[in-house]
């Protein structure tokens, strides 16, 4: 079946500094991406929709400066969290539409100190 | 806009007990409804589906309806075993004006299955 590589799975990083995420299909092609951040005991929040070869559409609210989007090829869209402070430490999950539905990524669990 | 109401958790049931975990959606058009299941530490995973009205998904002794009339997609399972200890989402999707469709979830609902 359609399978979502993310990377890393964790990561804790000094306040100020920069964290890239890695979301790979594995088996697919995936011409859009979803990038989703998940508070403790909340839902998935849709931050930005990633389009191949265009830019990201972003939802209300979400700063697309400091949440960099590339999705530069048909198998790789990444998300690069600028600047990180303690407050963006998170749980950040990638989904890709796959031919019979969404397929999701394992998530990366941000950490800032 | 769009939404997904779920029952709030943690609910917490006894091995062989009965689920009944409750999802109500408000929608403009005609959505095709899922349930997600995220063990701890991991992402998301599908655990069923349901594209039209009365259409029934099932997996894994899980089940759940498609209710046009009541706006309604409720998860259930006959006998919980303790491996089933996870969060499940309830989600919705819809085809978006300029094509493509996004999702939509509910906040998820904690089930702790005990011995």
């Known amino acids: 079946g359609a399978v979502v590589s993310q990377h890393p799975s964790w990561v804790i990083c000094k306040s100020g500094t920069s964290v890239k995420i890695e979301c790979r299909s594995l088996d697919f092609q995936a011409t859009t991406m979803f990038w989703y951040r998940q508070f403790p005991k909340q839902s998935l929040m849709l931050m930005a929709t990633s389009n191949e070869g265009s830019k990201a559409t972003y939802e209300q609210g979400v700063e697309k400066d400091k949440f960099l989007i590339n999705h530069a090829s048909l198998t790789l869209s990444t998300l690069t969290v600028t600047s990180a402070h303690p407050e963006d430490s998170s749980f950040y999950i990638c989904?890709?539409?796959?031919?019979?539905?969404?397929?999701f990524g394992s998530g990366t669990r941000l950490t800032v100190v | 806009g769009d939404s997904v109401t779920q029952m709030e958790g943690p609910v917490t049931l006894s091995e062989e007990a009965c689920l009944t975990i409750?999802?109500?959606?408000?929608?403009?058009?005609?959505?095709?409804l899922f349930w997600y299941v995220q063990y701890p530490g991991e992402g998301l995973q599908l655990l069923l589906k349901a594209t039209k009205a009365d259409d029934k998904g099932s997996n894994k002794g899980f089940e759940a309806t498609y209710r046009k009339e009541t706006t309604s997609f409720h998860l259930e399972k006959g006998s919980v075993q303790v491996s089933d200890s996870a969060v499940y989402f309830c989600?919705?999707?819809?085809?978006?004006?300029?094509?493509?469709?996004?999702?939509?979830f509910g906040t998820g609902t904690q089930l702790k299955v005990e011995l």
């Open positions: 989904s890709a539409q796959a031919q019979y539905g969404y397929t």
């Open positions: 989600a919705l999707a819809l085809i978006l004006t300029g094509g493509g469709n996004k999702l939509t």
């Open positions: 409750n999802c109500t959606y408000t929608a403009t058009g005609y959505p095709s």
